[in-house]
């Protein structure tokens, strides 16, 4: 009986998985992923489980749950701690795991630019712990406020929430905080007076959604400020602390809550690695995704920076993972068959796209481009066609359908959480590494 060959993949993201599932119809190999988590996450509706609209099993899903049908794939859930490439075994915090083929698939986290305040007083939203905790604190900020009597100031600031980033992630949350305000928040807390409350969105350039032509980007600012949104731009920030956002220019904004939504870098692993990485961390890549000056090891997604073709390395979006694991699982293949001609991975832009709420969104694909509603429903099934198990769909649709028609978010409940009342809530970490 031959020897299988050994393929280890980590990370499960959409880079990740994709790689897995066309690896795992070859029934000679042997697929590890490793991962710290046991689940998938669908990272574009985060937002929504920060804002009470979804849960965390419809964003979520197991990763076993995809492979149930492959026995020549497993789960080691366990955290990346290096690598030996003269052993060619992956070291992890539960053991080392050896590989023929590796594929580096982990992922991006926050990019505070080195602004240590930001990090400590802000929220990030990378991980569904921290869309949890930002759902949390929010509602939160409400009960604390409706109950302050004579401290206006305070409660202003504990009603003034600010998103910071207008890629993306800032402006679905912005516009998702808006209207869980807006249609729910303001009737609900009934010592409160709506204009105590406020949600703003800070970005350092001129625009929002740089991928967007300039139209669809007024367009955007124009439905975020009819939501009642502050839209400022060309506004840097220097640091924040519990109870303020400092701008550069010297302004600040009382606020006890500042999402960071600006940037992402590779996760600190990945530059420890011993390979060569930009500054945002992300390990270099030839144009057949292998890691430069590797012949086993390839790397795609978040953690990876490509830049062959094009001014600057491609975009940390799921579509670009998605395509550069098909590539990377396809010359694996080749490698394994003793084919060195490797495919050339050129990305084929599929456009962009980003809701601004309940009804409208903004859509700009091959060329075509559209606003309003009828890029709210593109967006919506697109979204849904990606979503994991035909489950998840149905409840995502039939949530969906429902805020549509009333406006309701029932996930509006504080959990796994923990109160010391010097730090205010703060999560319950899933494991002692938890921060590492």
């Not at 000679?28 to 979804?54: C, E, G, K, M, W």
């Not at 003269?86 to 992890?92: G, H, N, P, Q």
Request: net charge neutral.
């Amino acid at each position: 009986m031959s020897k299988k060959t050994r393929i280890v993949v980590v990370g499960a993201g959409f880079g990740g998985v994709k790689v897995v599932r066309e690896l795992a119809k070859d029934k000679s190999l042997d697929i590890t992923i490793v991962d710290r988590r046991n689940f998938h996450l669908f990272q574009p509706l985060l937002y929504q489980l920060a804002t009470s609209l979804l849960s965390t099993d419809e964003i979520a899903y197991p990763i076993r749950a995809f492979f149930r049908h492959n026995k020549n794939v497993d789960l080691f859930m366990a955290k990346l701690r290096g690598l030996d490439k003269e052993r060619k075994v992956v070291i992890t915090n539960h053991g080392e795991i050896p590989y023929d083929y590796l594929v580096l698939a982990a992922g991006a986290t926050t990019n505070f630019f080195g602004m240590e305040s930001v990090e400590e007083h802000s929220f990030p939203m990378k991980t569904l712990q921290e869309a949890l905790h930002i759902r949390n604190h929010v509602i939160h900020m409400f009960e604390r406020a409706n109950k302050i009597e004579h401290n206006e100031e305070e409660r202003r600031r504990m009603l003034n929430f600010v998103v910071v980033g207008g890629g993306p992630t800032g402006v679905e949350l912005a516009g998702s905080l808006a209207e869980v305000i807006n249609l729910i928040m303001k009737d609900e807390y009934h010592n409160l007076s709506p204009d105590e409350i406020s949600v703003k969105l800070v970005e350092a350039t001129g625009g929002l959604l740089p991928m967007m032509p300039p139209d669809l980007q007024q367009e955007t600012v124009r439905v975020l400020e009819k939501k009642g949104i502050d839209v400022m731009l060309n506004t840097q920030v220097a640091g924040c602390d519990k109870n303020s956002l400092i701008l550069k220019d010297g302004r600040v904004i009382p606020t006890n809550t500042v999402i960071w939504a600006a940037g992402v870098k590779a996760v600190p692993i990945i530059s420890k690695l011993g390979f060569a990485c930009d500054r945002a961390g992300r390990v270099i890549v030839n144009e057949k995704l292998q890691v430069e000056g590797e012949r086993d090891i390839f790397a795609i997604g978040d953690c990876a920076s490509f830049c062959h073709g094009t001014e600057r390395p491609l975009a940390t979006v799921a579509p670009v993972a998605t395509q550069g694991g098909a590539v990377a699982a396809r010359n694996i293949k080749r490698l394994i068959a003793g084919d060195e001609n490797l495919e050339t991975f050129h990305y084929k832009d599929q456009g962009a796209m980003a809701t601004i709420g309940r009804t409208e969104a903004v859509v700009n694909m091959n060329g075509t481009k559209m606003k309003g509603f009828i890029a709210w429903v593109v967006w919506m099934f697109v979204h849904l066609l990606r979503l994991a198990g035909a489950h998840t769909n149905t409840t995502v649709l039939l949530k969906w359908t429902w805020n549509l028609l009333s406006g309701t978010r029932l996930g509006r409940i504080i959990t796994n959480m923990q109160y010391d009342e010097s730090r205010e809530l703060r999560p319950m970490p899933l494991d002692p590494e938890e921060k590492g």
